[in-house]
T-cell receptor, first 114, second 114 residues
Framework: GAVVSQHPSRVICKSGTSVKIECRSL??????MFWYRQFPKQSLMLMAT?????????EQGVEKDKFLINHASLTLSTLTVTSAHPEDSSFYIC??????????FGPGTRLTVT | DQQVKQNSPSLSVQEGRISILNCDYT??????FLWYKKYPAEGPTFLIS?????DKNEDGRFTVFLNKSAKHLSLHIVPSQPGDSAVYFC?????????????FGKGTLLTVNP
């Protein structure tokens, strides 16, 4: 399957600041990438689908002005959490589409907002 | 409304025995199902998938069974190994649109005891 990396793996930021998370597809040209969020002991919740060269599609209830997604190339998508608050603390994971309908996930980014 | 349900939060099995993880779904539009394995603070790893045109798919120690009439699928791991201890997520995808979004269950923590 595809190899996906994320950076940083862990970040702590102060309330009100913005944080950028990078997701790279290392061996696969990903026209589509997905961003998920997972709270402790909960399922993975899809936040948005990002398509290279176009605007991301956000799931219901996800604020697009707060979670900015950019997919400028076939190997890189970024998620920026703007004006972060403690309730945004979570585990953020990106994924790329496989050759069939599977998705391959990055290692995740643990965001803690103090 | 949870469309993919994993009703057992945890399962404990002896090494060498069979592990059976269950998953139910409610959305009749789902036609592709996947199982992922996840360790703490890591992204999910794709294990095996099945299309709704099949009722069984096998890959090594992992077999997925699909019962469409009951809207139920299960993952069998045999023989179970201590390294299989992880959280297992069931996911489903519906046909339609250009991106196949995944809907995840809440996961089942499998513990394989030596």
């Amino acid at each position: 399957g595809a190899v996906v990396s994320q950076h940083p793996s862990r970040v702590i930021c102060k309330s009100g600041t913005s944080v950028k998370i990078e997701c790279r597809s290392l061996d696969f040209q990903a026209t589509t990438m997905f961003w998920y969020r997972q709270f402790p002991k909960q399922s993975l919740m899809l936040m948005a689908t990002s398509n290279e060269g176009s605007k991301a599609t956000y799931e219901q209830g996800v604020e697009k002005d707060k979670f900015l997604i950019n997919h400028a190339s076939l190997t890189l998508s970024t998620l920026t959490v703007t004006s972060a608050h403690p309730e945004d603390s979570s585990f953020y994971i990106c994924a790329t589409s496989g050759s069939l309908r599977e998705q391959y996930f990055g290692p995740g980014t643990r965001l803690t907002v103090t | 409304d949870q469309q993919v349900k994993q009703n057992s939060p945890s399962l404990s099995v002896q090494e060498g025995r069979i592990s059976i993880l269950n998953c139910d779904y409610t959305n009749s539009m789902f036609d592709y199902f996947l199982w992922y394995k996840k360790y703490p603070a890591e992204g999910p790893t794709f294990l095996i998938s099945i299309s709704s045109i099949k009722d069984k798919n096998e890959d090594g120690r992992f077999t997925v069974f699909l019962n469409k009439s009951a809207k139920h699928l299960s993952l069998h791991i045999v023989p179970s190994q201590p390294g299989d201890s992880a959280v297992y997520f069931c996911a489903a995808s519906a046909r339609g649109g250009s991106n196949y979004k995944l809907t995840f269950g809440k996961g089942t923590l499998l513990t394989v005891n030596p």
